[in-house]
């Protein structure tokens, strides 16, 4: 069983920036041939994709966070990262990262890191 553990989120002004990770425990070295995503969930609306990056490191992104967010991978670390610029109060929400270990659906999900985007 593959633990997902989120961290890095909090409280930032409009225009700043926060980095979140999500550290994989259990996968040993398969974590590298894992999708990983990041996903968020605002209050009152449903969860939505932000981005996701392939084992070869192929990324893709939702159009309301392209220019702005960037995810990586540290294979080494079993870790991925989102890194969150120019931050907008519409970016609020709990973030969650997220593994797809086989087939077509996310099926690990971690607990979720708060983020808070103040005007």
């Known amino acids: 069983q593959v633990q997902l553990v989120e961290s890095g989120g909090g409280q930032v002004q409009a225009g700043g920036s926060l980095r979140l990770s999500c550290a994989a425990s259990?996968?040993?070295?398969?974590?590298?041939?894992?999708?990983m995503g990041w996903f968020r969930q605002a209050p009152g609306k449903e969860r939505e994709f932000v981005a996701t990056?392939?084992?070869?490191?192929?990324?893709n992104y939702a159009g309301s966070v392209k220019g702005r967010f960037t995810i990586s991978r540290d294979n080494a670390k079993n870790t991925v990262y989102l890194q969150m610029n120019s931050l907008k109060p519409e970016d609020t929400a709990v973030y969650y990262c997220?593994?797809?270990?086989?087939?077509?659906?996310?099926?690990?999900w971690g607990q979720g890191t708060q983020v808070t985007v103040s005007s």
């Open positions: 997220a593994a797809n270990r086989a087939g077509p659906e996310y099926d690990q």
């Open positions: 259990g996968s040993g070295r398969t974590f590298s041939s894992y999708r």
């Open positions: 990056i392939s084992w070869r490191g192929n990324t």
